[in-house]
């Protein structure tokens, strides 16, 4: 009888073969861990950093719940620092919580609850396509971006001044970005525009992409929740919606570089000739133009079946046609570049996320301009750099419009070919 030899080779392929997969799945944990750990760090250092500061604008909101809550006037409160409540009532109440704790706490728990957490949702509906493909390091790739765009300047004011619009953000993806939600389509875009009235531009969005019923249910969500500041400050209510509403005297600074929005450029365009009525004339004839464009780049991105991409030139819209747009109201950016990066095998593309990432991180250059301005800078240029979020916006409306259509144009041509 002939005895088997066992050279064990089967044994040793098996014992590679595992070993492999031993030390990929230990470079993906370790992987995993370091950037979850970054995104910790980054946030914590925002979180804490903002907490530290005046949070000047989260007073305001302060103050307008208390006022609520104590039965005074809204809208003829002043914060220590002499900043009025320039918001709808809804927002009054949403922030009565704000009084219930010391400041402090309010500051801390503002950070991580309304700044925080929308932006890990903006994040996640942003950037779906490329953690998609990056499979098993998809936790390591949201972690990573996450602290990036906690990086971008609007972000840092959204920490620093203890702003809503992150928030704002995350609710109309949360109503537009899944495939069903659980509540009616609609729903969240009208509260959020019951807060601060910039993202009612997606009830137009909704209207131009047939989708009425949507928003219908957008329509009303906002008449309900303004009909319950009604019911619950009447007083304020009708001072909002007959006055205040078109006194944006009450903001201050509309002309300054801080404002981005196409107003604010013509405003900075006619200085110092700014109360004629030429800036206003300029300004609602450049928006009309802007706006129809605009929508019509949104439509024809959600009718190729990128709403994503329709959804990121309407907050740009929202931003640029408002007559005022701080520069924290640019926290659409978020969508903006996970629409442009898209799964990250365009190279033209990831460059247009990067720079422009890179415009919108750290550092204001439309401030550092006014002053330059000031000293004796050349005029074009330094109104340029003025501008430079805001004509930035308009440049990424195109460039977005333009890349899905060409990215369209050669899945076709393969298709046929």
């Not at 400041?103 to 396509?129: N, Q, Y």
């Not at 609710?171 to 009235?197: Q, Y």
Request: one cysteine or more.
């Amino acid at each position: 009888m002939t005895r088997s030899v066992d050279t064990g080779v089967p044994a040793v392929a098996g014992y590679f073969t595992r070993r492999h997969v031993s030390l990929g799945l230990a470079a993906i944990v370790t992987v995993t861990v370091l950037c979850c750990l970054l995104a910790v760090a980054v946030l914590a250092w925002r979180c804490i950093s903002g907490s530290q500061g005046p949070m000047l604008d989260l007073q305001v909101y302060a103050a307008g719940g208390n006022a609520l809550r104590h039965g005074l006037s809204v809208y003829a409160i002043r914060t220590p620092d002499g900043l009025l409540f320039t918001y709808p009532p809804v927002a009054a109440i949403l922030a009565v919580p704000l009084t219930l704790v010391p400041f402090a706490v309010a500051k801390v728990g503002w950070t991580v609850v309304m700044v925080c957490v929308p932006l890990a949702i903006a994040v996640w509906f942003s950037f779906r396509p490329l953690l998609a493909r990056v499979g098993p390091l998809s936790l390591a790739a949201f972690a990573a971006v996450l602290a990036c765009c906690a990086l971008l300047y609007p972000l840092a004011r959204e920490f620093s001044f203890g702003q809503v619009d992150i928030f704002l953000v995350a609710l109309c993806l949360l109503d537009l970005a899944p495939s069903r939600p659980g509540w009616p389509r609609g729903l969240l875009i009208g509260v959020a525009a019951a807060i601060k009235l910039e993202p009612g531009v997606f009830v137009v969005y909704l209207l131009v992409t047939r989708r009425r019923r949507d928003a219908a249910v957008a329509v009303a969500s906002f008449a309900a929740c303004t009909a319950l500041a009604w019911l619950v400050s009447p007083h304020d209510s009708a001072s909002y919606w007959t006055s205040m509403i078109f006194n944006t005297r009450r903001i201050g600074g509309s002309g300054s570089a801080q404002n981005q929005s196409l107003r604010g450029m013509a405003l900075r365009a006619f200085e110092p000739y700014r109360t004629l009525l030429a800036p206003t004339v300029v300004w609602l004839a450049v928006a009309l133009v802007v706006a129809a464009l605009g929508f019509a780049a949104a439509r024809a991105c959600w009718a190729r079946g990128d709403d994503m991409a329709g959804i990121a030139i309407t907050g740009l819209l929202a931003a640029t046609l408002s007559p005022i747009a701080w520069i924290q109201h640019y926290c659409w950016l978020v969508v903006v570049l996970g629409v442009l990066i898209g799964d990250g095998r365009s190279w033209r593309r990831v460059c247009a996320a990067v720079a422009a990432g890179i415009l919108f991180a750290t550092t204001s250059l439309p401030t550092w301009a006014q002053d330059w301005l000031k000293g004796g800078f050349p005029l074009l240029p330094g109104r340029l750099l003025e501008d430079a979020l805001g004509l930035s916006a308009l440049v990424l409306m195109l460039i977005i419009y333009r890349s899905h259509r060409r990215a369209q144009e050669e899945s076709s041509g393969a298709h046929v070919g």
